[in-house]
């Protein structure tokens, strides 16, 4: 698996505080540790595909999201927040 959702980290943290897991996925999701990489998945016709990283820009500022083959806005409802391997762990090798 290369995409995990957030209930996927609190399950493999086996932590029963998601406020403690909220706080340490932001932290290894920063540019400066890189250990996660956040992206965003929408679902579109029974699968669930990741959106462009320009979108990931639009979403944390709140901007709306756009279907990349429809040019259309994504309702929120559609979005789903997942980490990925970061650079940090790639160049280890890790993953």
Known sequence: ??????DHLLHLAQAG???VVARALSYLA?????VLK?????????GFYELPEEEVRHYSR????????????????????CFTPGATLKDMGVA
């Open 1 to 6: 698996m290369d995409h995990y959702t957030f």
């Open 17 to 19: 505080d998601e406020a």
């Open 30 to 34: 920063t540019p400066r540790v890189k």
């Open 38 to 46: 956040t992206c965003l998945m929408y679902e579109f016709d029974g």
């Open 62 to 81: 709140g901007e709306a999201v756009i279907h990349p083959e429809f040019g259309e806005p994504i309702s929120e409802s559609q979005i789903m927040i």
